[in-house]
T-cell receptor, first 112, second 110 residues
Framework: ETGVTQTPRHLVMGMTNKKSLKCEQH?????MYWYKQSAKKPLELMFV???????ENNSVPSRFSPECPNSSHLFLHLHTLQPEDSALYLC???????????FGSGTRLTVV | QKEVEQNSGPLSVPEGAIASLNCTYS??????FFWYRQYSGKSPELIMS??SNGDKEDGRFTAQLNKASQYVSLLIRDSQPSDSATYLC??????????WGAGTKLIIKP
């Protein structure tokens, strides 16, 4: 595997469910990110981790809970979501923003 | 606050013509700039990075940077229908983050 891998690619969940999104990077990068992108809207930064420490939390509701166990893996735990949370969730990694990001393929989440 | 401005479009260009996408930014000290392409429903893909004033060419793509004017552009020569996408420009902010423009939607008409 190369690059940034996200699973699952698609997820449908009810409002009372608990699920997790997974991201894995094989690039040796030291920072990882979660972004949300709603239909026809700009990218919204959710969380930033540098060397497994959270350096940014962009006022995200507590129903989204990130976890970064090591520099290669990033999770987004989801619980009691709302229909408006339906969106494309993107993971990215970088070796510093000066070199740009590499994105995963994203998870298309639908909350019903 | 650091910002990036892009015309949201859509920008409609005939096939085979040159598409010109523009971006202005607020940070005078930024040293690197990026263009990403995003197809509908897909993730952004880095297509060009530029670090110094002037032009950088890669195939049909040319990025142009003017730091004095705080302006970066992307030219696509011989536009193809497969170039139809949203193009995002970005530059580094703080805390490992990129500052993103809202994106310009480009439509190449056959």
């Amino acid at each position: 595997e190369t690059g940034v891998t996200q699973t699952p690619r698609h997820l449908v969940m009810g409002m009372t469910n608990k699920k997790s999104l997974k991201c894995e990077q094989h690039l040796g990068h030291n920072a990882m990110y979660w972004y949300k992108q709603s239909a026809k809207k700009p990218l919204e930064l959710m969380f930033v981790y540098s060397l497994e420490e959270r350096v940014e939390n962009n006022s995200v509701p507590s129903r989204f809970s990130p976890e970064c166990p090591n520099s290669s893996h990033l999770f987004l735990h989801l619980h009691t979501l709302q229909p408006e949370d339906s969106a494309l969730y993107l993971c990215a990694s970088s070796q510093g923003a000066e070199r740009g990001y590499t994105f995963g393929s994203g998870t298309r989440l639908t909350v019903v | 606050q650091k910002e990036v401005e892009q015309n949201s479009g859509p920008l409609s260009v005939p096939e085979g013509a040159i598409a010109s996408l523009n971006c202005t930014y607020s940070d005078r000290v930024s040293q690197s700039f990026f263009w990403y392409r995003q197809y509908s429903g897909k993730s952004p893909e880095l297509i060009m990075s530029i670090y110094s004033n002037g032009d950088k060419e890669d195939g049909r793509f040319t990025a142009q940077l003017n730091k004095a004017s705080q302006y970066v552009s992307l030219l696509i020569r011989d536009s193809q229908p497969s170039d139809s996408a949203t193009y995002l420009c970005a530059f580094p902010g703080s805390n490992y983050q990129l500052i993103w423009g809202a994106g310009t939607k480009l439509i190449i008409k056959p």
